[in-house]
């Protein structure tokens, strides 16, 4: 006998509740620490700029790595990290 496909959800939710959990604390801690990580390199590169060790006329935007990329990123990942925690908070879950 087959499924109705409206029926499908109930017989296979709790297990897919579950794996869900588990992908967004992974999303939430992933993305954290990406952001993280990429914040103190945004640092580290722009002082290195400041003090003059790193020329910005050498690096320029679009042809290199420079601080401006992992900034954009460090934000990218913890808008992530947010946006995940909150959509995991409004649907009760814990995080």
Do not use: D
Request: include cysteine; aromatic fraction near 10%.
């Amino acid at each position: 006998m087959e499924i109705p496909v409206s029926m499908c959800h109930i017989v296979m939710a709790p297990f897919h509740t579950e794996r869900r959990h588990l992908v967004e604390k992974q999303i939430v801690t992933g993305s954290y620490w990406l952001g993280l990580l990429c914040s103190l390199i945004a640092l580290g590169l722009r002082s290195l700029t400041a003090l003059g060790i790193m020329s910005p006329t050498v690096v320029q935007q679009g042809n290199n790595l420079w601080y401006m990329t992992f900034y954009k990123g460090a934000l990218l990942f913890f808008l992530i990290a947010i946006a995940t925690a909150s959509y995991a908070s409004v649907r009760g879950v814990n995080t």
